[in-house]
């Protein structure tokens, strides 16, 4: 699950969104029929996130189906987009094939060539000889620093918004004293105090860096997520590819690593950003995907707030408390 950005000319709304809709196999089949000329042999689920259902069919490809309008809009986007990247990207990616419109919403969905691999997980990841995984790295690497060379221009005539930080994290912020803190004073009202400060000094500490602000906006993946995005071969031990485009926009590219850093951890890191094209010092960056991790979480529980999700508001405040707790850890090590 992403961050959700907004462009520097708009407002955050409350766009009407389901994230626990769920897209059956027979409808999914059923749109394929209708809408592609492809043979529906065999359907199954292949994985969901918070704005699409992925089914892997026929064994060989891999079909996308947006659950509301906005992701539906990511996924148009991803389809316009995805033929643009291989001029500047060396990493496997999907190839769309088929498109089209699922139900009387007219959400859309995409199909392509399932790429061969699996989830890179931490697991994974550490099971590799040093020379495996110092080679995953890299390649990890490479396609980082290929997807911050696409071309802002020709992005944005494929509909990628360039974002703007600074107004973003305000808003957030804003919002975040506006849904959370009310919620922890109710829920947790003991801990609500240390809590809601502790997120505001992240916040603040990050907003008050005029140094964060002071990047070239480069074209970012904006979802490496290590099960859904980065895929790994483990029979030829190499990086498969890079899949889950519908996150990308123009921002800050350090944006780009803070989930490897959660991901795969510190060590991961050191080796990764040797191989980085980046100007942010080390410790300056590591502050700033502290705080990209943080406002993950946060960002999280406004999504349940705001649907409503009281099966998931717990969850999310507990995963808050978790994480709030690690900053505190982390800044009494330093």
């Given at each position: 699950?992403?961050v ?9 709304k409350?766009?009407?969104?389901d ?10 089949k ?6 592609t ?39 148009e ?30 959400l ?9 691999g ?11 000889s ?16 290929d997807m ?13 918004e ?13 919002e ?27 916040f ?26 980065i ?21 800050d ?9 959660s ?6 890191m ?25 406002a ?15 099966e998931?508001?717990?969850w ?19």
């Open positions: 699950m992403s959700e950005y907004l462009s520097s000319n708009s407002k955050r409350n766009e009407s969104f994230y626990r809709t769920e897209i059956s196999e027979e409808s999914a059923q749109a394929i029929l209708s809408e000329p492809l043979k529906v042999e065999h359907i199954e689920l292949a994985g969901e996130g918070m704005g699409s259902t992925v089914f892997r069919v026929n064994d060989e490809y891999m079909f996308k189906f947006s659950k509301y309008e906005k992701a539906s809009k990511s996924i986007q991803e389809k316009i987009l995805l033929p643009l990247i291989p001029e500047y990207v060396h990493t496997e990616i999907p190839h769309v094939e088929f498109n089209g419109a699922r139900g009387k919403e007219k859309n969905f995409i199909g392509y060539k399932g790429i061969k699996e989830g890179l997980t931490k697991e994974i990841l550490d099971s590799l040093e020379k495996e995984k110092s080679e995953t790295i890299q390649s990890i690497a490479e396609f980082v620093n911050h060379t696409v071309d802002t221009y020709r992005a944005k005539e494929c509909g990628v360039e974002v703007q930080e600074k107004d973003f994290f305000e808003s957030e912020l804003n975040t004293e506006k849904l959370v803190f009310p919620l922890l004073e109710k829920e947790i009202s003991q801990e609500a105090e240390k809590l809601e400060n502790s997120i505001t000094d992240s603040r500490e990050y907003l008050g860096n005029a140094e964060n602000f002071e990047f070239v906006p480069k074209v970012i993946h904006g979802d490496l997520e290590r099960d859904q995005a895929l790994f071969d483990n029979k030829k031990k190499k990086l498969a590819g890079v899949v889950d485009f519908g996150s990308v926009r123009i921002g590219p350090d944006y780009d690593l803070w989930r490897l850093y991901h795969y951890g510190k060590d991961f050191d080796e990764f950003l040797p191989n980085y094209q980046h100007s942010t010092k080390d410790e300056d960056l590591f502050k700033k995907l502290e705080f990209f991790w943080d993950q979480v946060v960002h999280r529980l406004i999504r349940f707030i705001s649907a409503d999700d009281k998931n508001i717990n999310g405040i507990e995963k808050l408390k978790e994480r709030m707790r690690e900053r505190k850890y982390e800044k009494t090590q330093k």
